[in-house]
């Protein structure tokens, strides 16, 4: 019997391939794709995680993801898949619908009405090749839609039977026929189920290389993946992720080797641990099972050496992380979108392994990660709670998050299933504890290192190389100490070196990250600054002035007048200003020249010797220069907050308390 004699023959169903009717039943309808670059250009794969709804896909390569905000997730299409055919049979009220699988496994069919709601869905295991289904739908307008794994297509038909009829799809058959002779297929299209503000998150897969986007999309985008290239001494991948200015790895490190091949030692007694002098790790409860969610747990001396990073990165220290917590606060991180106030340890804990929070009767219960869970992890940093090793015993795995910072002083970071903060702490014990360990990439080809363990980062700017952050250090470089001086009446009668902290604090100012004011005979001693480096004199400063004017980094882009305080200032810090170009008018302007100058504020002379004259945090920067101005005074350089030069001034000698930068020799 021939197709033609049965298609002029009564229809009881007759169907329509439609190819320039649109339609569109929802608001959003936002196309995503996906680029790499970096170590790879090619992304093989994104797994996306509403964090908001708690659901996920997957977008195979070549592969687009839609966005939309109707429950049935419709898409807005405009003519007929080629992968998808269907085929009329008039004899028995049914019709076939044909496909072709590429890859084994799940496949979802659904048919939807005109309106958006779904009339009919079936679910089940297919294998490669042609496959074949029984449709029955009652009379009305229809989208077909096929999800699989790597593949989805979709069609639009019409059906005009006079009959009433349930709906049914029923599988009837598979043809494994050569996929390279099949009708050429179009780009799959993954949907997912989107609301506005809804919170997402992504992860491109390379080869070797993964990388996370966060992203709350308000319209079609391509998200650039920047796969960088993160090995430990193992030969380990790690998945990377950028948070502001910094790129961090996403997992703890799992290294029992350092980056020069040589092995970490592994201690699996108490004993050992304590009595230990070098670098050690143990795993959590002493089995490996644990590694692959918690990473390892290092002791102090394995975190402080240089080699447990994979090269070209550093075990974060206390600086990385006080710079990720502002940045997250300030840019609306805490669980209830303020930017003020630590409550970020949602946006920087896992989905999952936490324990659970219960109480829900305490005020602030919906900002510690053990709440609703599938909510955490805005930032992409994905803190699991890898526990410790803690006096002997393995202790808080699915409680708390445990990272040793690179530091002279023993501090740590955590965070907690029931607080909302990322909270710090110093150990006097810390010969007892094993802690993970999370690394940052160098933002520069060099970095320099001080005798207490701070990293600092470089910048070149014009014939210039400069520390990109201010100097910290306790020790002088021939291995002397730097004498700490708190009391205010003996600040005032110095002549020798010394420094303090503002307010005398040295590990609370966490959001200026602990830098020290210098008295001018610690400039002077010629000892300061590490070995290679120096502080700069007044005349080196002047070069990075003029540098700065005639290359236009004044606010306004002009090349004449110093007006260059912006492209100096760091963007986090600074207090606010009203004033036109002013270091605090609009800081997302500053940083131009990744100076990255913080408003450390300074200590002057007290009339009253029993008060502490510290003043200016958040208004201001005073940095030495090595050049004698007379007898009692030196020259100087200074921000301030509500201005837009590079100021010139001098500090007295004998009380003067101020900021030091140094520069390469």
Not at 61 to 67: D, E, F, I, R, V
Not at 510 to 525: H, I, M, P, R, T
Request: hydrophobic content about 30%.
């Amino acid at each position: 019997m021939k197709i033609k004699s049965l298609f002029c023959n009564s229809v009881l169903i007759t169907l329509f391939l439609l190819f320039t009717v649109s339609i569109e039943t929802y608001s959003i309808n936002y196309t995503i794709s996906f680029t790499g670059s970096g170590a790879s250009s090619t992304v093989e794969s994104v797994v996306v995680q509403n964090l908001t709804k708690g659901t996920k896909v997957t977008v195979s390569s070549g592969n687009t993801l839609n966005l939309s905000d109707t429950p049935n997730a419709i898409e807005q299409i405009t003519a007929n898949d080629e992968s998808i055919c269907v085929y009329q049979n008039t004899t028995e009220g049914k019709s076939t619908m044909s496909f072709y699988v590429k890859q084994e496994g799940k496949t979802q069919i659904n048919a939807y009405s005109i309106d958006g709601r779904k009339v009919i869905t079936t679910s089940m295991n297919l294998i490669v090749g042609k496959n074949s289904f029984e449709l029955y739908l009652p009379k009305g307008s229809y989208v077909l839609q096929v999800v699989g794994t790597g593949y989805s297509y979709k069609t639009k038909i019409i059906s005009q039977t006079k009959t009433t009829c349930q709906p049914k799809i029923i599988y009837t058959a598979n043809e494994n026929n050569n996929p390279n002779t099949r009708q050429k297929s179009k780009s799959s299209v993954i949907s997912m189920l989107y609301s506005p503000n809804d919170q997402l998150l992504y992860k491109g897969n390379s080869g070797n290389f993964s990388s996370l986007v966060a992203d709350v999309p308000t319209g079609n985008k391509t998200v650039n993946f920047d796969f960088i290239d993160c090995k430990d001494g193992d030969g380990q991948y790690y998945t990377t992720v950028t948070i502001g200015s910094q790129i961090w790895m996403v997992e703890n490190l799992k290294a029992t080797k350092y980056n020069d091949g040589s092995t970490i030692l592994n201690i699996t007694t108490d004993d050992a641990w304590n009595n230990s002098s070098t670098g050690a790790y143990c795993n959590y409860n002493n089995d490996a099972r644990y590694v692959s969610s918690y990473g390892r747990l290092y002791n102090w001396y394995a975190a402080n050496d240089l080699k447990l990073a994979p090269n070209g990165w550093h075990v974060a220290s206390d600086d990385d992380w006080r710079i990720l917590q502002n940045y997250l606060i300030a840019n609306g991180y805490n669980y209830d979108l303020s930017t003020t106030d630590n409550n970020i340890a949602k946006s920087l804990a896992s989905n999952s392994f936490w324990q659970n929070y219960l109480d829900t009767n305490i005020p602030g219960f919906e900002a510690v990660p053990g709440y609703n869970q599938q909510s955490n992890n805005k930032s992409g940093f994905s803190a699991n709670p890898n526990g410790s090793f803690d006096w002997g015993s393995f202790r808080w795995a699915g409680v708390e998050s445990c990272w040793w910072t690179r530091s002279s002083s023993h501090v740590s970071s955590y965070l907690n299933y029931d607080n909302s903060s990322l909270t710090r702490g110093i150990n006097t014990s810390w010969s007892h504890y094993g802690y993970a360990v999370r690394c940052v990439k160098d933002k520069s080809a060099e970095i320099v290192i001080d005798k207490d363990g701070h990293i600092y980062n470089t910048i070149k700017i014009g014939t210039q190389t400069w520390m990109a952050e201010d100097l910290k250090t306790s020790w002088y470089n021939d291995g002397t100490y730097i004498n700490i001086v708190s009391s205010q009446d003996s600040w005032n009668k110095l002549t020798t070196g010394a420094l303090c902290y503002y307010t005398n604090t040295s590990t609370s100012s966490f959001d200026y990250g602990s830098v020290a004011l210098y008295n001018w005979y610690a400039v002077s001693s010629g000892k300061l600054a590490p070995k290679g480096w120096h502080i700069p004199s007044e005349t080196e400063w002047n070069t990075l002035e003029n540098y700065l004017i005639t290359n236009a980094y004044n606010f306004d882009e002009t090349t004449t007048g110093n007006k260059i305080a912006k492209s100096l200032a760091a963007n986090i810090g600074w207090n606010n200003s009203t004033v036109y170009g002013a270091i605090g008018n609009d800081l997302s302007k500053n940083y131009k020249s990744q100076f990255n100058a913080t408003a450390n504020g300074c200590r002057d002379y007290s009339v009253n010797w029993t008060i502490n004259n510290f003043k200016e945090l958040g208004y201001s920067c005073y940095w030495w220069t090595s050049s004698s101005a007379g007898s009692s005074t030196a020259y100087a350089r200074a921000l301030y907050y509500s201005g837009s030069n590079l100021y010139h001034l001098s500090g007295a000698k004998s009380y003067s308390g101020f900021s030091v930068r140094c520069i390469k020799d």
